[in-house]
Nanobody, 123 residues
Framework: QVQLVESGGGLVQTGGSLRLSCTAS????????MGWFRQAPGNEREFVAAISWGGGRTYYADSVKGRFTISRDNAKNTVNLQMNSLKPEDTAVYYC????????????????WGQGTQVTVSS
């Protein structure tokens, strides 16, 4: 079992930055690929970023490339999402997710999810 808890969401102005963190419990964190997804009201959950279990490979949605950075610290069981140059369209609930080994961009591939953290970007 893996339990995930997100933190770091909040309200920020356009162009600002936020850093989301996801802390995992369980012994298998270091062998799990981690992903960030988001869901805005009325929209489906969409992929944001993912990182392989060892941290050597990262993947990003086109909409966030160059602005967001995903990283992980296996010693601390955490995965972070640094979000810069935020836009109003980044407003959503952001979810952390985990799956064994291989990172994918498909939410259905992830079996463990956090409760989500709200990010609101004002214009």
């Amino acid at each position: 079992q893996v339990q995930l808890v997100e933190s770091g969401g909040g309200l920020v102005q356009t162009g600002g930055s936020l850093r989301l963190s996801c802390t995992a419990s369980g012994r298998t964190f270091s062998t799990n690929a981690m992903g960030w997804f988001r869901q805005a009201p009325g929209n489906e959950r969409e992929f944001v970023a993912a990182i392989s279990w060892g941290g050597g490979r990262t993947y990003y949605a086109d909409s966030v490339k160059g602005r967001f950075t995903i990283s992980r610290d296996n010693a601390k069981n955490t995965v972070n999402l640094q979000m810069n140059s935020l836009k109003p369209e980044d407003t959503a609930v952001y979810y952390c997710a985990a799956r064994p080994f291989i990172a994918t961009m498909t939410s259905n591939d992830y079996g463990y999810w956090g409760q989500g953290t709200q990010v609101t970007v004002s214009s």
